[in-house]
């Protein structure tokens, strides 16, 4: 068994032990860092409704690829994008036919500080900051479209000097709100509750100006005889889910 396993096992038995659920009642769900806030909040709904208890770990897509890859006892996984989950698919290691669009993020630029980023992103010309984040364009679906967005406005190739990379969306928008990047573009979601931005000055990029940044869950194969992961998939679907994950600046 590998470590991941034994981890894994070590944590449902805690689960058991302390809340007299069982093996069967658990779904263990891998999700895009980007989704951390609505997932907590659908996790709680399901529970409450259910009564059955989910296992969340987050981390990159890439990184949960590559768990997963490597034998990973996810029942489910929610990307941040669409194409590991069809690689997934491809590769055999997901039931087919499972995979859906959970969620249509949101591209935001974004400073903790008031005032700074004006909402029509206008400060990307006035170079009136020393460091811009973006999450790496290479892996993550973010900083793919926050290339495209800087492409089109033709600030891209000017502003290389000023750019820092995060590996993904979860440490770029670390850069941005620890003050090492001034400015940063960062998944809507991090910074919205209730259909608004809590903290700092923001620009919400059109969704024209960048590729669609879909987002999907597909049931793997290590939870395909678990009706607790059916459920859970079925519960992503609901009005309930849809109402969170909207709250939180995703389309659908």
Request: hydrophobic share 45%; net charge neutral.
């Amino acid at each position: 068994m590998t470590t991941l396993k034994k981890t894994w096992f070590a944590l449902v038995l805690l689960i058991q032990l302390f809340t007299g659920v069982s093996y069967a009642d658990i779904v263990n769900v891998a999700i895009a860092t980007n989704f951390t806030a609505p997932m907590k909040e659908i996790a709680i709904e399901f529970e409450k409704d259910t009564g059955y208890k989910t296992l969340l770990s987050f981390a990159s897509s890439g990184k949960l690829f590559a768990q997963i890859n490597n034998g990973a006892p996810f029942d489910v996984f929610l990307s941040a994008d669409t194409h590991k989950p069809e690689q997934l698919e491809l590769g055999g290691l997901s039931v087919t036919g499972s995979r859906f669009t959970y969620a249509i993020g949101a591209l935001v630029l974004w400073s903790p500080i008031s005032g700074i980023v004006d909402k029509n992103g206008d400060v990307l010309f006035k170079n009136q900051f020393r460091h811009i984040a973006i999450a790496n364009p290479k892996v993550a679906p973010y900083g793919a479209a926050a290339q495209q967005v800087m492409e089109k406005l033709g600030v891209w190739t000017e502003q290389q000097s000023k750019l820092v990379q995060g590996e993904n969306i979860a440490q770029t928008y670390q850069f941005v709100a620890s003050g090492n990047a001034q400015i940063g573009f960062v998944a809507l979601t991090q910074v919205m509750a209730n259909g608004k931005i809590t903290t700092g000055s923001g620009w919400i990029v059109p969704a024209s100006m960048h590729s669609p940044i879909k987002q999907d869950a597909v049931l793997l194969n290590f939870g395909k005889n678990n009706p607790v992961a059916l459920e859970f998939l079925d519960y992503m679907k609901s009005d309930k889910a849809k109402t969170i994950i909207q709250s939180y600046g995703y389309s659908l």
